[in-house]
């Protein structure tokens, strides 16, 4: 879980501190940055609550760390996230041909 130890460290903080908002040990903290030990669900999810993340930012499942409803706030509707979400595990080609396809609509 390399983003726990990059989100750790750019909020500045030790794992001691992350440990105690997280309750869990130091050492489960180093064994997650190390990939020694899988956090579970709940850790996973106080992680992404404490770095106002996603879980899905967190194990890599995404790129975008902001939370789904900081990007919502923006307009996006959930019938757009969903495609959003759908177009973003799309091949580099099946992405360039609903691109051509949208931009011949125009």
Known sequence: MK????????KGISQQALADQIHVTQQSVFKYEHDFAVPDVDILKACADYFNTSVDYIIEYTDISKKY???????ITNEEKRLLDYYRKL?????????????IED
Not at 3 to 10: D, H, W
Not at 91 to 103: D, H, M, P
């Open 69 to 75: 409803e900081e990007l919502s706030t923006n307009g």
């Open 3 to 10: 983003r726990i130890k990059e989100l750790r460290l750019a």
């Open 91 to 103: 091949s580099s080609r099946k992405k360039e041909l609903i691109q051509e396809y949208i931009l």
